[in-house]
């Protein structure tokens, strides 16, 4: 005989496993509630994470490919205009740069449900020869980013402030965040004041992946918004220091939470194209069609299909 009280949610979130009482509560008495019902229900429950954090993979690939052309542009020089090429970095319309390349050698070092830190070093010595690039051509990597590879990883980034090492590990906060820490210090600082900015944007990409955007900017700014306010004020000169991992998240969740679009982000001007991948990576997460609509546009977008679908079947968002 077929009993709720046996079925084992462990691979649902707290969030899912409240719907899934929802919608057996909604059958009761129903003929058709078996195990296979309930199967179906849990499944569709994973499949529509998936798909949400699927979605928020594009949107950071895809905004990262906007904000190429403009990439250390003033504000107030330029008129963004989607899908332009051949601007800063002399490069094809929708061309990805270091931040998609430096995710994909992230997610290819996924194994076994976790990231594998040595396979992502041997990854990082990959990229700066190319791999990871839609031309296997390295431009546009972090001076921090570089130096750590280069020296093997024993470089001193206790210092480094750059939006690196959040670009290259947000999805580690997502699906495994004790290692986030560790991964972080392979290129940039793990010091408080970074992994309290890193852990300002996973929060709010986690509770839009679990809660939906309106409820998800609620949520953050109840719990979240006085602490942050203070963190920019504290560190007003390096929230203003273009591609600092403060600017960076001062730009990018108070955009978001104000409701701007990603050609206000471009327009910000300075890193253009980080500040662009991490707000639609938000955007993505939301399900927002205006910056999904641009995937199919994404130059060799299989190969983000590759890496992304080597990783999709361990996932579990915390």
């Given at each position: 005989m077929?009993r ?5 949610l462990?691979?649902?979130?707290e ?5 899934y ?9 129903a003929?058709?509630?078996t195990?296979e019902?309930s199967d179906r229900?849990?499944?569709?429950l ?5 798909k ?5 993979i594009?949107?950071f ?13 003033q ?5 963004y205009?989607?899908?332009y090429?051949?601007g ?6 929708m ?5 998609t ?8 070092a ?5 990231f594998?830190?040595?396979?992502h ?11 990871y ?10 001076v921090?980013?570089?130096v ?5 990883f ?9 939006n ?6 947000w999805?580690?906060?997502?699906l495994?965040k ?19 900015c ?6 709010l990409?986690n ?10 900017i609620k949520?953050?700014k109840?719990e979240?918004?006085t602490?942050?306010d203070?963190?920019?004020?504290t560190?007003?000169?390096?929230s203003?220091?273009?591609g ?8 990018v969740?108070?955009?978001y939470i104000?409701?701007?679009?990603v050609?206000?982000?471009v327009?910000?001007?300075?890193d253009?194209?980080?500040n662009?991948?991490l ?11 205006s910056?999904?609509k ?9 190969q ?5 679908n ?9």
């Amino acid at each position: 005989m077929f009993r709720i009280e046996d079925v084992n949610l462990s691979m649902l979130t707290e969030k899912e496993k409240s719907r899934y009482h929802f919608y057996m509560r909604m059958q009761s008495g129903a003929a058709d509630i078996t195990k296979e019902f309930s199967d179906r229900v849990i499944k569709g429950l994973i499949d529509e994470r998936k798909k949400k954090l699927e979605n928020a993979i594009w949107g950071f690939v895809i905004g990262d490919c906007l904000g190429v052309p403009y990439e250390f542009k003033q504000k107030g020089t330029f008129k963004y205009k989607p899908m332009y090429g051949f601007g800063t970095h002399n490069q094809p319309p929708m061309t990805w740069s270091d931040d998609t390349a430096l995710m994909l050698s992230l997610l290819d070092a996924f194994e076994n449900g976790k990231f594998s830190i040595e396979k992502h070093k041997v990854n990082l010595q990959e990229l700066i020869k190319g791999c990871y690039y839609v031309d296997n051509i390295l431009f546009d990597i972090g001076v921090g980013t570089r130096v750590a590879i280069q020296k093997d990883f024993q470089a001193d980034v206790s210092n480094s402030l750059g939006n690196g090492g959040l670009l290259r590990c947000w999805l580690v906060g997502i699906l495994c965040k004790e290692q986030l820490f560790e991964l972080v210090a392979l290129t940039h600082s793990n010091g408080g004041l970074y992994m309290q900015c890193c852990n300002f944007y996973i929060t709010l990409l986690n509770d839009i992946l679990q809660l939906g955007k309106e409820e998800a900017i609620k949520k953050w700014k109840i719990e979240h918004e006085t602490a942050f306010d203070i963190l920019i004020n504290t560190n007003e000169k390096l929230s203003r220091t273009e591609g600092c991992i403060v600017e960076t998240v001062r730009i990018v969740i108070s955009s978001y939470i104000k409701g701007k679009t990603v050609k206000n982000v471009v327009e910000l001007g300075g890193d253009t194209d980080s500040n662009a991948a991490l707000f639609c990576a938000l955007k993505g997460a939301e399900g927002d069609k205006s910056v999904l609509k641009y995937k199919n546009q994404i130059r060799n977008f299989e190969q983000i299909d590759y890496y992304k679908n080597k990783s999709q079947t361990q996932l579990k968002i915390r």
